[in-house]
Each structure stands twice: as C-alpha cells, then as structure tokens.
C-alpha cells in the first residue's frame, strides 16, 4: 500500500528554514539590535539627569517653604566637587555645614552638581536676571560663615548677604548639574531661581554648535 502523498504545507513545514536563511535573520536580528542600544541608553541617561533636576528643585522649593513657615532664612548647601556621590542639603542651623538630622539629598554617582566646565552656562544674558551660583556665591549663613550656596528669606525669596548681619539682597541662582556618560559625551541640565523665586529645571540640547537650553 503506497503511502498517502503528503500536501504543500506538510512539505514545507518539514523543509523548514535553510542555515542560510537562518543567518540573514540572526544578522538583522543584530543589526537592529545594534542601532537601538545606543539609542535606549542615551534615553535612560537622559531619564536620570532629569530626575536628578527635578529633585534639586524639589530641594529648592523645600527649603524656601521651610524658610517662609519658620520666619527666617535657609540655605542649601552643595557638596564639594569630588565628592561622590554629591550632595546637598538645607542647612537647618546656620553652621555652614551639613550635619546630622539636617535634610539631605544624594544624586547618582555620575552627577556632579557643578557649574564648572559647562561650556554653554545660563548666566544672566540668557535669562534677563542677575544670577549668582555656587562658584561665586557671597553667602554668609546664620553663624556669620562663608558658606556659598542658594538661600531663601523669612519672605520666600533668593537672597545673598556678605555677613550675618548684612541684609539678604535679592538675586537670582542658576546651578547646573552635568551627566558624565559611559561613552564619554556629557549631559547639561541646570536649575534656575528668579530674584521673584520661581524655579525652573532646564535643559541642553547640542545641535552642530548652535545647543539650546529648554
């Protein structure tokens, strides 16, 4: 008895994929794989400094609620560079210092929060405001100490003052954070305080020499 002739699909199913055919695929399969990887680190790069940026604002805004709730000032205080992780805290009883119990906030390891070396900083040009930042912050703190860095008045807004007893005048701020990469490119972001006490979060976009800060 002759057995029964097998249909077109059945054939082709038994035939199945050549090892030829196999490789093209395997060979696209990485191709493709290899352009998105790039594409989906550099999207989790730019998730992380963004959440960093947004949790120095949230320091910001902190500590100027706390200022205006206690009828004083407080300033916030960024870790010195080379310290990793970098931090910052509100420093709570004016030594300049960020001790125990005070409020404090750490960023990942590949975050400074620097605006040394930015090659296209926000400064007071970009912004139409007076800014100070850290590198050349003047603030004394409560226990008359130079410690430089951002406070905020019994009023909720930015000030600087070059001795405790000296009035907190009112300016602007800018801090920028930078993002080192595995690849060796660096990430911007920056937030900024208007003399009125608006902070913003900020971010550079490069662009064949002509980046922008949104």
Not at 75 to 94: N, R, Y
């Amino acid at each position: 008895m002759k057995p029964a002739a097998k249909s077109g699909e059945d054939l082709a199913f038994q035939a199945g994929f050549t090892l030829a055919e196999l490789l093209i695929v395997v060979t696209i399969i990485l191709i493709v794989g290899g352009l998105s990887i790039p594409s989906l680190s550099r999207a989790i790069d730019d998730s992380r400094l963004k959440g960093a940026t947004q949790k120095l604002a949230a320091v910001y805004l902190d500590s100027r609620i706390r200022a205006t709730q206690d009828n004083t000032s407080y300033e916030v205080l960024v870790s010195p560079q080379g310290i990793i992780p970098a931090q910052v805290c509100i420093d709570l009883d004016g030594d300049g210092n960020c001790g125990a119990g005070e409020p404090v906030t750490r960023f990942p390891a590949q975050i400074a929060v620097s605006n040394v070396g930015v090659p296209v900083p926000l400064d007071s040009s970009a912004l139409n405001y007076p800014v100070a930042n850290t590198e050349n912050s003047s603030m004394h703190s409560q226990q008359d100490v130079l410690a430089p860095g951002l406070a905020w008045n019994s009023r909720g807004l930015p000030c600087q003052r070059s001795s405790a007893s000296a009035p907190c005048l009112g300016t602007g701020w800018v801090q920028h954070l930078q993002m080192q990469r595995s690849n060796g490119e660096v990430l911007y972001a920056a937030v900024t305080v208007s003399p009125t006490g608006r902070v913003k979060t900020w971010f550079y976009v490069p662009g064949n020499g002509n980046g922008q800060w949104l």
